[in-house]
Antibody, heavy 117, light 110 residues
Framework: QVQLQESGPGLVKPSGTLSLTCAVS?????????WNWVRQPPGKGLEWIGE???????NYKSSLESRVTISVDKSKNQFSLKLSSVTAADTAVYYC??????????WGQGTLVTVSS | QSALTQPASVSGSPGQSITISCTGT?????????VSWYQQHPGKAPKLMIY???NRPSGVSNRFSGSKSGNTASLTISGLQAEDEADYYC??????????FGGGTKLTVL
């Protein structure tokens, strides 16, 4: 069974860059799966950020595209999220997730990232 | 991409049935049969309940069912149980090669 685990700083300063990594275990990052990032501001709904395939092909939410980079590291079986120029509005629980089909069937436990000085 | 529209809350008594609607556009729900539904309990990660409009993953109760008509998808839960109390989110693929979630619906079991 594929398991995902997010890691990274829980506190980022305004205007800084949020960086998170998702370690994939129980399966290969090179499998036929799209690897996603989803976030959820406190008390609010889910927001899709973007996805990557092991080939490096990416798709991003249009309103975030100018600030988001998702990358994959096959040697470490992990993928990463970078979100630049963050503000308080980027404070959220960030989930890494996997789509083995046209749906999300793998989810990490989520990690809270707070943007504050 | 605007969020799909869901009712903020629904409620029902144990044993009853409820339906949660999810309205999109011809660019998302209306364009593909790639609608999924997720259940989220407080402090937990979402869980896949329905995929590709009507399909249930292994292990999900057959009390959960999905449907779609035009630009609106629906999730029906029959025989409500206390454990069904949670937030529910719909999700759809879009013509922009992106995904969009609904705003979420809080289900209360009375």
């Amino acid at each position: 069974q594929v398991q995902l685990q997010e890691s990274g700083p829980g506190l980022v300063k305004p205007s800084g860059t949020l960086s998170l990594t998702c370690a994939v275990s129980g399966g290969s990052i090179s499998s036929d799966t799209y690897w996603n990032w989803v976030r959820q501001p406190p008390g609010k709904g889910l927001e899709w950020i973007g996805e990557i395939y092991h080939s490096g092909s990416t798709n991003y939410k249009s309103s975030l595209e100018s600030r988001v980079t998702i990358s994959v590291d096959k040697s470490k079986n992990q993928f990463s999220l970078k979100l630049s120029s963050v503000t308080a509005a980027d404070t959220a629980v960030y989930y890494c997730a996997g789509n083995s089909g046209w749906y999300t069937d793998y989810w990490g436990q989520g990690t809270l990232v707070t943007v504050s000085s | 991409q605007s969020a799909l529209t869901q009712p903020a809350s629904v409620s029902g008594s144990p044993g009853q049935s409820i339906t949660i609607s999810c309205t999109g556009t011809s660019s998302d729900i209306g364009a593909y049969n790639y609608v999924s539904w997720y259940q989220q309990h407080p402090g937990k990660a979402p869980k896949l309940m329905i995929y590709e409009v009507t399909n249930r993953p292994s292990g999900v109760s057959n009390r959960f069912s999905g449907s779609k008509s035009g630009n609106t998808a629906s999730l029906t839960i029959s025989g409500l149980q206390a454990e069904d109390e949670a937030d529910y989110y719909c999700n759809s693929y879009t013509i922009s090669r992106s995904w969009v979630f609904g705003g979420g619906t809080k289900l209360t079991v009375l």
